[in-house]
């Protein structure tokens, strides 16, 4: 868990963000969903540490892939939720489905991005 410059919002492992207060939370693939998810709750929104904060929005923009739950981190894609990830987009695709899970395009132009990207890596 990584602090993001956002008062008690923190990045975790699964590239997921968190809004920590008292003893709940709540949880958002983006920091956009969160930042509506604390304002439905009447919660407080600031920055504390500017430089942070655009680091943050920074990762938060990158690690969009355009497929549900997907996210990628270092050389590998992972499937948010999961023990699934691999370094072949079709192949975390492959093992998705195979659990039974939802694979869901989110972002038509994002998604065939990364996917001509993902196949550029393996030619």
């Given at each position: ?7 008690n919002?923190?990045l ?8 920590q207060f ?12 969160l ?5 439905l ?6 920055i504390?540490d ?6 943050s929005?920074?990762i ?8 549900l ?8 894609w992972y ?7 691999s ?7 492959k ?7 939802v ?21």
């Amino acid at each position: 868990m990584r602090f993001s410059g956002f008062m008690n919002v923190y990045l975790l492992d699964d590239m997921s963000w968190e809004y920590q207060f008292a003893d709940k939370s709540l949880k958002a693939n983006t920091l956009d969903e969160l930042e509506i998810l604390v304002s439905l709750y009447g919660l407080k929104w600031n920055i504390l540490d500017e430089n942070l904060a655009q680091r943050s929005l920074e990762i938060d923009k990158n690690n969009k892939t355009g497929f549900l739950n997907v996210y990628r981190k270092g050389d590998e894609w992972y499937y948010r939720g999961s023990d699934l990830k691999s370094r072949s987009l079709k192949t975390l695709k492959k093992r998705v489905l195979e659990k039974g899970l939802v694979w869901k395009e989110t972002d038509k132009v994002l998604a065939e991005k990364n996917w001509k990207l993902d196949l550029r890596r393996f030619k």
